[in-house]
């Protein structure tokens, strides 16, 4: 962007929300912005910040609308400002920052027999009711050699930020494999998620035991019934 443009858009943003700011960045490069939708690459330094003011003063109204007295209640005098860091530093921090850095390395040892990494401990949130989601995910790969190879932790930074946004668990696994098989390029990849969804224990039916499991599989482990039977046989029930 051009100096005159840039100060141009800067002239143009001033007193607006700047959720209005960032919607409008997002539209004229025909994105969209969906809950579970990673808009990092629209935000600059400092928007953060200013749309925590801005999530803060609506929250208030929230509270103000519930009819708790923020201003004599000790215990919510800063929920406001608390939750408003919650959402947007911590449960859907995955919609506000960019991919983590994985450092990926060359298949040197053609290894080509199945690795599965898990369980790993997800955490994120239904974008029906905004209620916690729990659970853990098993990752399946079948390398080849022209495979990346990446640090099994980075399974972990990449599964924390894909559910690191409003989801719905069916749409959370098909994103985890899409990622992980663009990072890596394997022969195959499987996702298997296992959750508690607090809108069920919660809210509604109050059912505080059922889980949801759901799995996707690419590649090899779609076309391979032994892998994929042997994949699943070796997660720990």
Known sequence: MKPDQAQNDNAHDIGRPMSAVIRE?????????????????????????????????????????????????????????????????????????????????????????????????VRSACSHHLCPVIGKVWVGILPNKNTNVIGLSKYARLAEWVMGRPQIQEEAVLQLADLIEEKTRPDGVAVVMEATHFCMGWRGVKD??????????????????NLRREFLALIPK
Do not use: C
């Not at 959402?87 to 990926?104: N, Q, S, W």
């Not at 505080?208 to 019934?225: E, H, Q, Y």
């Open 208 to 225: 505080l035991d059922s889980k949801m499991i759901n799995s996707v599989m690419r590649g090899a482990f779609l076309s391979d019934m």
């Open 25 to 121: 960045r997002i539209k004229n490069a025909n994105k969209g912005y969906f809950a579970n939708d990673n808009i990092g690459e629209f935000l600059q330094v400092g928007d953060l910040e200013k749309l925590l003011d801005e999530v803060q003063s609506k929250m208030q109204g929230v509270l103000e609308s519930l009819v708790i007295d923020t201003e004599n209640d000790h215990n919510t005098r800063d929920t406001a400002r608390r939750v408003a860091k919650m959402y947007l530093k911590e449960v859907f921090k995955g919609r506000y920052v960019p991919a983590p850095d994985i450092t990926e390395f060359p298949n040197v040892g053609h290894l080509n027999e199945l690795m599965i990494v898990g369980p790993i401990t």
